[in-house]
């Protein structure tokens, strides 16, 4: 439990312990004095105070083989491993798909606890959020024993979690062994490590591969060899494999950027985030950039042949005017849409032109994935991007 937590009195929990206890589904959106249910299966217990006592009562409260809640949200209550601990079985138990657990300092021993649950039921977590919590390399060994056993885990999310380019390498292993199956992890969040060039590298092969969908890795100081390391593995990888990819603020400079970015296109990813983090001060992690060579560069990619990118955002770039002519030269010849989020500083005739070429792109393509809509909460901030 963190230094300094103090615990939401027990008598504030009793009214959605009595609601879980009925098992029955919630027609509306409904608050209780700790906590919202939602419809969709959402239980929201976001920045309640539960501590570890609270959560544990919370878990036991849930019904045994299935009842209401399909996404239970825990973040930053003060769990610590005991509250994991004692939350993983009984989730497992009552059919949760969705744990969030994030800032809630739970370091390794607590993720093995997790771990082994997810493990003795395969078929049932199926998105796993420990963002912000000190996780570390035991953490990490433990997750990757769950993608090695054949869960039906599809989403990762080890965000800040004081992961090393080892650590990477661990995980990464256990995916591509996972293969592209129908058991293959389809999303990886594991921004806000301090990655690097070597993170990337282990990264790559994973690219490489084909063994992820969606790959968020922002703030990692990945800067320009980082950046060139994943093109490269971008060339080889199985086309349309990866499809959204986040790598903002990484110091990634103009050449390096339009490299990675055209890379992109040409290997079928839909998304490619370069902008910027809002943590980016909180990290100190530096903004990429672009400059109009490197627009030029992007441009006669996204020209020369049809591609998948729809969305590419390159705010907090730097692109000035001139750059976003070149974008717009290029989308004037592209043979398939791409929309463009650029920052200020730009001419908004350009900015006009560039959003009606993008026009008749599909909104199905900015879709938000089950898993992401899950996680959204009453109490805390938007879901990572």
């Given at each position: ?18 609601w879980l ?19 969709d ?8 105070d ?49 744990l ?20 003795a039921?395969p ?43 080892p ?14 199956g129908a ?27 084909g ?11 990945l800067?320009d ?59 100190a ?5 672009l ?78 994935a ?16």
């Open positions: 439990m963190v230094s300094g937590f103090e615990a939401r009195p027990a008598e504030e929990l009793a009214p959605v312990l009595a206890r009925r098992g029955e589904a919630v027609r509306a959106r409904t608050a209780f004095p700790a906590g919202t249910a939602l419809p299966g959402r239980l929201d217990l976001c920045k309640q539960l501590g570890p006592l609270g959560a544990a009562a919370v878990a036991d409260a849930l019904p045994e083989g299935g009842g209401p809640v399909k996404h239970l949200l825990l973040g930053t209550d003060g769990l610590g491993d005991g509250g994991a601990a004692a939350v993983a079985p009984k989730a497992v138990a009552a059919r949760v798909e969705t969030y657990l994030g800032c809630n300092n739970i370091g390794g021993g607590g993720v093995c606890e997790i771990a082994n649950q997810l493990i039921a078929g049932v977590v199926k998105a796993l959020w420990l963002k912000r919590n000190p996780v570390g390399a035991d953490g990490v060994r433990a997750v990757a024993e769950t993608v090695r056993a054949g869960t039906v885990l599809r989403t990762i999310d080890l965000t800040q979690t004081g992961l090393a380019a650590d990477v390498a661990v995980l990464v292993d256990a995916m591509i062994a996972a293969g592209g058991r293959a992890i389809e999303r990886l969040y594991i921004g806000g490590n301090r990655l690097g060039a070597d993170g990337a590298r282990e990264l790559a092969r994973l690219l490489a591969a063994a992820v969908a969606e790959l968020y890795v922002s703030a990692a100081r800067g060899p980082g950046a060139q390391v994943l093109a490269a593995a971008l060339r080889s990888a199985p086309p349309g494999a990866l499809r959204r990819l986040s790598v903002a603020s990484n110091g990634i400079g103009p050449a390096a950027l339009a490299e990675l970015v055209a890379a992109a296109a040409a290997a079928g990813v839909e998304l490619v985030d370069a902008g910027r983090v809002k943590a980016a001060a909180i990290l992690a530096d903004d990429n950039h400059d109009e060579p490197g627009a030029a560069t992007i441009a006669a990619a996204l020209a020369a042949a049809p591609h998948r990118l729809a969305f590419l955002n390159l705010r907090y770039t730097d692109l000035g005017s001139p750059g976003a002519l070149r974008l717009l030269e290029g989308a004037q010849r592209a043979a398939t849409p791409t929309r463009f989020l650029l920052g200020g500083g730009i001419a908004k005739r350009v900015k006009k032109e560039l959003t009606a070429l993008a026009a008749e792109i599909p909104a199905s393509v900015f879709d938000v089950p898993d992401v809509r899950a996680i959204r909460s009453v109490y805390r901030t938007a879901p990572p991007a």
